[in-house]
């Protein structure tokens, strides 16, 4: 079995891992390629062999790109600087990405009995207190 240490030098070299990593960098800035309105309902799913795989909320959707597809091809050939990195783009219907939740807001720490002075604490026991159990 080999190490990775010793695979890895071997990978690096390969011009399609090196063109999915540069493709993969440019892929990052999709809301600037199609704009912050189609970027909110589109996203990059995966690149292989010059192709981008685009995944869509909805069919409208998909249809509003496909008609810039050629546009799309022009923008991200100049981000990469490289007229062959980009060769097409499909676009497929997706469910929406799951977005990480947001964190419920916080709730208030409950009062320490420390800050409430003799008075309080003996008004609110007395306030729960059921009487003397029989």
Do not use: C, Y
Request: net charge positive.
């Amino acid at each position: 079995m080999r190490k990775i240490g010793q695979m890895l030098p071997a990978a690096i070299e390969q011009a399609e891992v090196l063109r999915i990593a540069r493709a993969q960098a440019i892929l990052r800035h999709w809301p600037e390629v199609v704009g912050p309105l189609l970027a909110e309902r589109s996203w990059p799913d995966r690149f292989s062999k010059g192709t981008v795989w685009v995944a869509v909320q909805g069919s409208a959707w998909a249809q509003e790109l496909r008609m810039m597809k050629d546009v799309i091809l022009e923008r991200l050939a100049k981000r990469a600087g490289d007229d062959g990195l980009f060769k097409d783009v499909r676009f497929g219907v997706r469910p929406p990405r799951k977005l990480e939740p947001e964190p419920p807001p916080p709730t208030p720490a409950p009062e320490r009995q420390e800050d409430l002075s003799i008075r309080e604490i003996a008004a609110r026991r007395l306030a729960n207190w059921k009487g003397p159990k029989a």
